[in-house]
């Protein structure tokens, strides 16, 4: 059943009437009658009024809406071609907004322990969210340069890989695509001189970062019929497992890991052989790594207010002051000699107690040469296909990895 047949299933079993469904979805009035008359639909109005409903208590009637979402978004006048992906590990979308007992009690262990506060309570509220698109809107940070580096190298990378493993690719998954500029980029790249149809999958743990990926999207690829649009809601790492099901059919896959992405996560050797379970003979997993002396000036404000985040939804004070940073020597026995940098917020009230320090962030930067020999070692069972040259010098650097022959 499409949406409107959903809506108009939900009025007439009474199970809300308009104003109730109105109220419980977070729309107004002329939002609800144009859904229901199978008007135009937004999918960050439509991701946020299934929020309203979780927050209030119908799950299940938010996940009816969505399947009905999924079924209409191909031939929806004016949405756009964007569906939904059904996670088996689905993630409520009222994690963001009011994050749970179980958030809040993490990051008090973490404070109270002097424990590393895990990385995806960055992205457990709307401003945190919001945090991190000031990040990629503020031209001093790592991540702008990224943006502007795929801007001037996307088509040359992957049509290198397309090249080397003699195949066209026609879906892209991103995970953490952010704000979705890296992808504008990408699929720019991709469609450029190309009839090809491709479907597009964005992966995150945060609805309003999806809907701003959508968004970049709608914009500017609106009614351009060779590109499907999907988003899915669930924990990259801890369920990569799942998604090759969720995804769906198999079709040449580019799969990207850009920006922070991989900086971030601990256990790169790891992480690397569970996402390799996802490829398939012709797929391509596309890495960018931040190399040694990336991260040799301060964090920008607009880093520093991402990263408090986590203390800032328990009530903890921001003052920029209060924060330190310690980069590590290169730890050779490591996957790719990563260096460490860790950054601590340092000395404050937290729970009536005096706290010297806690953990908010450890980012890794690479050996450039190590990570290329470590990573085709037999035991990993990667080929290089395809990666970055010059501006190295910017921190940046693309490794394009498919399965070994």
């Given at each position: 059943m499409d949406l409107r047949g959903v809506l108009n299933e939900i009025i007439t079993s009474k199970a809300f009437n308009k104003t109730e469904l109105i109220?419980?979805?977070g729309i107004d009035p002329k939002t609800l009658a144009s859904w229901m008359a199978?008007?135009?639909?937004?999918s960050t109005k439509l991701i946020e009024a299934t929020d309203c409903l979780r927050e209030s208590g119908h799950p299940a009637i938010a996940n009816k809406v969505l399947d009905g979402w999924r079924i209409s978004a191909g031939?929806?006048?004016g949405s756009g071609p964007v569906s939904l992906i059904m996670s088996p590990n689905w993630i409520s979308g009222s994690l963001h907004r009011n994050p749970p007992p179980v958030a809040r009690s993490a990051i008090d262990w973490s404070i109270k322990h002097d424990s590393l506060i895990e990385n995806i309570y960055l992205y457990h509220s709307d401003e945190g969210a919001q945090n991190w698109v000031n990040v990629c809107n503020d031209p001093d940070t790592f991540k702008a340069s990224s943006d502007g580096y795929w801007n001037a190298n996307a088509r040359m990378i992957l049509a290198t890989c397309a090249q080397e493993l003699n195949v066209v690719h026609t879906r892209v998954v991103d995970f953490g695509p952010g704000?979705?500029?890296?992808?504008?980029?990408?699929?720019?790249a991709l469609l450029q001189d190309s009839e090809e149809r491709i479907e597009f999958v964005a992966v995150d743990v945060n609805t309003s970062l999806l809907a701003t990926t959508d968004n970049a999207l709608q914009t500017r690829f609106d009614g351009d019929p060779r590109l499907t649009r999907r988003v899915a809601l669930t924990d990259f790492v801890t369920n990569c497992g799942d998604l090759g099901a969720v995804v769906g059919e198999h079709q040449p896959t580019i799969y990207l890991l850009l920006g922070n992405t991989f900086g971030n996560l601990s256990q790169?050797?790891?992480t690397l052989l569970r996402f390799k379970r996802l490829l398939k003979r012709g797929d391509v997993l596309i890495l960018e790594l931040r190399l040694q002396g990336s991260l040799d000036s301060e964090?920008?404000?607009?880093?520093?207010h991402f990263t408090f985040g986590p203390l800032k939804l328990l009530n903890v004070t921001f003052d920029r002051d209060k924060f330190a940073w310690k980069k590590g020597a290169p730890i050779a026995a490591q996957f790719g000699a990563p260096s460490l940098t860790a950054i601590r917020y340092t000395k404050?009230?937290?729970?009536?107690?005096?706290?010297p320090s806690v953990k908010l962030l450890h980012l890794r930067e690479y050996d450039r040469d190590a990570f290329l020999q470590d990573v085709v070692d037999p035991t990993m069972g990667f080929k290089v296909v395809g990666r970055s040259f010059g501006r190295e010098s910017d921190g940046h650097f693309i490794c394009a990895l498919a399965l070994a022959d």
């Open positions: 109220k419980a979805m199978g008007g135009p639909v937004r031939d929806t006048p704000d979705g500029r890296k992808d504008v980029a990408i699929l720019d790169a050797r790891d964090p920008s404000d607009a880093d520093l404050f009230r937290y729970d009536d107690k005096d706290i």
